[in-house]
């Protein structure tokens, strides 16, 4: 009997473990969200939970007349948008470069387009600051923080893409190609709607990153703000129940997008 029971009680004590690092994980990725979401709720002038004085909703109401979230708000969708509109076709471009050309120097190519994502976020804002003020006249703005967003974005892209491509079979562009298809219809017909789910996926985790983004916006924007260096810079002043609001109404958002997501994706299987 017991050479039997023997695997039963390994199982059972593997079963426990995994189980007990499973609720550490999502008390460790959850629990700061919870507190954060009880905390917008409480009337207290300090974000906390343990300090409970009433159930308020007045820090979601302050949210819209405070001028400085706004703007730095609308700052940071303008960036964003500006940051898809180029890291894109940058990231687009760089993927056939890498997938099609047929070179000895294509490794060294890859190591200088993605090298901007290991380069710290201070060296991006301040180079860019500096080369658009010194050589163009470009004061730093939001123009030079979206630059030096999509130095790093576009990388990202440009690895979405590449992995997308490595996937397609060829010889439908090939065989349009031999039909008398001229390069621009084979893209058009063949090559973009094949791209399209990556496109889109793209879209989303450039517009991600640039919204959170703080280190390379804070030294590439000058005298303007976002949403994100606002917070960092009133966080020197004490801690608001207003950003704890602004991190419930993002989180929402966010399961509202994802579960839109999951649910068009079932509709369209």
Not at 41 to 59: C, H, I, K, Y
Not at 83 to 95: Q, T
Not at 121 to 131: E, H, N, P, R
Not at 171 to 198: K, N, Q, W
């Amino acid at each position: 009997m017991a050479p039997r029971l023997a695997p039963k009680r390994e199982t059972d004590w593997a079963g426990a473990v995994m189980s007990g690092y499973l609720v550490l994980f999502f008390a460790y990725m959850f629990l700061p969200l919870i507190f954060m979401v009880a905390a917008a709720f409480n009337a207290a002038p300090t974000p906390s939970v343990t300090d409970w004085q009433g159930f308020t909703l007045r820090w979601f109401v302050e949210l819209p007349g405070d001028a400085r979230f706004v703007q730095g708000l609308l700052n940071s969708l303008s960036i964003a948008l500006g940051v898809i509109v180029f890291a894109i076709p940058l990231g687009l471009s760089g993927a056939f470069i890498l997938t099609r050309l047929q070179s000895r120097g294509t490794t060294l190519l890859y190591t200088l387009l993605v090298s901007p994502i290991l380069m710290p976020g201070i060296v991006l804002g301040v180079t860019t600051m500096i080369f658009w003020r010194d050589y163009f006249g470009v004061q730093a703005g939001l123009f030079t923080a979206m630059v030096a967003q999509t130095t790093f974005i576009a990388s990202y892209c440009m690895l979405l893409f590449m992995a997308r491509l490595q996937r397609q079979d060829r010889v439908l562009e090939e065989a349009a190609l031999d039909l008398g298809a001229s390069p621009v219809m084979v893209f058009r017909r063949i090559t973009l709607p094949f791209l399209m789910p990556t496109i889109a996926t793209a879209c989303v985790i450039a517009f991600l990153q640039s919204i959170e983004n703080y280190n390379t916006t804070f030294f590439a924007i000058g005298g303007d703000w976002t949403l994100v260096t606002e917070i960092g810079a009133r966080m020197r002043f004490g801690l608001s129940p207003m950003i704890n609001a602004i991190g419930v109404i993002f989180v929402v958002l966010t399961i509202v997008a994802a579960v839109t997501h999951v649910l068009l994706k079932r509709r369209a299987r």
